[in-house]
T-cell receptor, first 113, second 111 residues
C-alpha cells in the first residue's frame, strides 16, 4: 500500500500553462507539506498544512497555490508556468510535531519548455 | 552563514570502509535533528533521528554536539547499497515541521 502518493509522476508542459499536482496520504497524518528540489538537488519547503490549515508559507511566487480539501489531500496548483519552475516537487506528510519523521511521496518531475 | 551546511562530497570509499559525514547548523534553538537518505531519482527517506546522547542503529552512529552546533553520521563496514546522498536535516523552529535540509553529501561505495 502506497503511503504518500503523487500524480502525475512526470509532467512536461509549455511556459504559460497552468498545471496541478495531486497528493494523497493514507497514513492518518495531520500535517502535509510541499517541497521543491531544484537541479542542484537542494530540497526546500514551500508550504505545510495541518488539518487543512496553512501553517508554513515560504517565499514562493503567488503563482503557486496549495489547496487541502481534507487532511489526507494536499494539491498544488501552478499558474503561468515559467522555465524556472522546472524541478522535482515532493509531497510529504507527518504527525503534528517537530520530532516526527516526514514521509515523502515519490515526487513529480516537472519540466517546463 | 547558511542554515544547514554539509560537505557535498562525493566520498568514494571501498566496501568495508568506515566513513563519516559532518553537518553544521545555524540556529542554536533547533531541537530536532535527523539524517535522511536519498537515492538517485528517489524521494528522501529517514535514516535515523539524532538524539542528544548520540544513538546507534546497526552500522550507523549519529552524534549531536549542541555547543558546536554540529551533527555527525558514522557508517561502519560500508556496503555497496549504502551508496546514496545523505541529507542532514534540522528543525529551525518557528513553525512546527519546518525542516531545513542540507544540500546532502554524496557517498559512493565501490567494490
Amino acid at each position: 500500500d502506497t503511503a504518500v502518493s503523487q500524480t502525475p509522476k512526470y509532467l512536461v508542459t509549455q511556459m504559460g500553462n497552468d498545471k496541478s499536482i495531486k497528493c494523497e496520504q493514507n497514513l492518518g497524518h495531520d500535517t502535509m507539506y510541499w517541497y521543491k528540489q531544484d537541479s542542484k538537488k537542494f530540497l526546500k519547503i514551500m508550504f505545510s498544512y495541518n488539518n487543512k490549515e496553512l501553517i508554513i508559507n515560504e517565499t514562493v511566487p503567488n503563482r503557486f497555490s496549495p489547496k487541502s480539501p481534507d487532511k489526507a489531500h494536499l494539491n498544488l496548483h501552478i499558474n503561468s508556468l515559467e522555465l524556472g519552475d522546472s524541478a522535482v516537487y515532493f509531497c510529504a506528510s507527518s504527525p503534528w510535531g517537530d520530532q516526527y519523521e516526514q514521509y515523502f511521496g515519490p515526487g513529480t518531475r516537472l519540466t517546463v519548455t | 552563514r547558511k542554515e544547514v551546511e554539509q560537505d557535498p562530497g562525493p566520498f568514494n570509499v571501498p566496501e568495508g570502509a568506515t566513513v563519516a559525514f559532518n553537518c553544521t547548523y545555524s540556529n542554536s534553538a533547533s531541537q530536532s535533528f535527523f539524517w535522511y537518505r536519498q537515492d538517485c531519482r528517489k524521494e528522501p527517506k529517514l535514516l535515523m533521528s539524532v538524539y542528544s546522547s548520540g544513538n546507534e542503529d546497526g552500522r550507523f552512529t549519529a552524534q549531536l554536539n549542541r555547543a558546536s552546533q554540529y551533527i555527525s553520521l558514522l557508517i561502519r563496514d560500508s556496503k555497496l547499497s549504502d551508496s546514496a546522498t545523505y541529507l542532514c536535516v534540522v528543525n529551525m523552529g518557528g513553525s512546527q515541521g519546518n525542516l531545513i535540509f542540507g544540500k546532502g553529501t554524496k557517498l559512493s561505495v565501490k567494490p
